[in-house]
């Protein structure tokens, strides 16, 4: 199982070009907010509404 604790590790050993394009994506955005991610905060994505 992959965690925050190992999620780097297992992409590493997985191989990110390996990757469908949609987990891709996901990794782009686990990589912008991996400082959060490393010390075991919670990431929220919200959607808003733009005015």
């Known amino acids: 199982m992959i965690t925050s604790s190992n ?3 297992e992409v590493e050993r997985i ?4 990757l ?6 996901g990794h782009d955005l686990v990589v912008k907010v991996h400082p959060m ?5 919670t990431i929220a994505i ?3 509404s733009r005015k």
Not at 15 to 18: D, E, I, L
Not at 20 to 25: A, G, V, Y
Not at 37 to 41: E, F, K, L, N, S
């Open 7 to 9: 999620y780097f590790e």
């Open 15 to 18: 191989g990110v070009s390996t």
């Open 20 to 25: 469908p394009e949609t987990l891709k994506k």
């Open 37 to 41: 991610v490393q010390t075991g905060g």
């Open 46 to 48: 919200v959607k808003g």
